[in-house]
T-cell receptor, first 112, second 111 residues
Framework: DAGITQSPRYKITETGRQVTLMCHQT?????MFWYRQDLGHGLRLIYY???????DKGEVPDGYVVSRSKTENFPLTLESATRSQTSVYFC???????????FGPGTRLTVT | EDQVTQSPEALRLQEGESSSLNCSYT??????LFWYRQDPGKGPEFLFT???AGEEKEKERLKATLTKKESFLHITAPKPEDSATYLC????????????FGAGTILRVKS
């Protein structure tokens, strides 16, 4: 049972480049989430999705784009990376809205 | 102003030395309070959900309690393997019923 996986686990990119972080879950959970984790800020919600083709903004969506064509995948794209987007990114999923979320292992992204 | 505040930021304990971590929140209409454990380089791992004041949940050496405006994570006789960052998150209508996380408490247990 793979659960929720993220790729790549580590990524270094340059300012201005586009980069996509992948998230895949095997539970068929309806809800999926993208968070970023920075020192002193805790986890902050970037985007979330209630089902395929249904997405909505979280607390810090600027500079990010998401899509969800299949229930199991929820990629996060940084269209033009900036240094302020250097962070650890976590994907999560939940079977029911308001219930516990299950997190992936994270992607550490560095923008130089 | 932080909406979800965890204290202390860091805690060092000797093995067997019991203590408590605190999570306080200002929002009204709590729908749920969640506790997670996070090991270095890994994603948060779900521990507990509390829904109403007075509720308690236990798992091994951990017990979570909830009052009207705060939650405590009690750690009884901790072991080195309990060392981790403990995160709490609040769900409330004010936040659109999305989870809002605190910054976490880093716990180190020395043998």
């Amino acid at each position: 049972d793979a659960g929720i996986t993220q790729s790549p686990r580590y990524k270094i990119t340059e300012t201005g480049r586009q980069v996509t972080l992948m998230c895949h879950q095997t539970w068929s959970h309806s809800y999926m989430f993208w968070y970023r984790q920075d020192l002193g800020h805790g986890l902050r919600l970037i985007y979330y999705s209630a089902a395929a083709d249904i997405t909505d903004k979280g607390e810090v969506p600027d500079g990010y784009v998401v899509s969800r064509s299949k229930t199991e995948n929820f990629p996060l794209t940084l269209e033009s990376a900036t240094r302020s987007q250097t962070s650890v990114y976590f994907c999560a999923s939940s079977e029911v809205w308001g219930r516990e979320q299950y997190f992936g292992p994270g992607t550490r992204l560095t923008v130089t | 102003e932080d909406q979800v505040t965890q204290s202390p930021e860091a805690l060092r304990l000797q093995e067997g030395e019991s203590s408590s971590l605190n999570c306080s929140y200002t929002v009204s209409g709590l729908r749920g309070l969640f506790w997670y454990r996070q090991d270095p380089g890994k994603g948060p791992e779900f521990l507990f959900t509390l829904y109403s004041a007075g509720e308690e949940k236990e798992k091994e050496r951990l017990k979570a309690t909830l009052t009207k405006k705060e939650s405590f994570l009690h750690i009884t006789a901790p072991k080195p393997e309990d060392s981790a960052t403990y995160l709490c998150a609040v769900q409330a209508p004010y936040y659109g019923n999305k989870l809002v996380f605190g910054a976490g408490t880093i716990l180190r247990v020395k043998s």
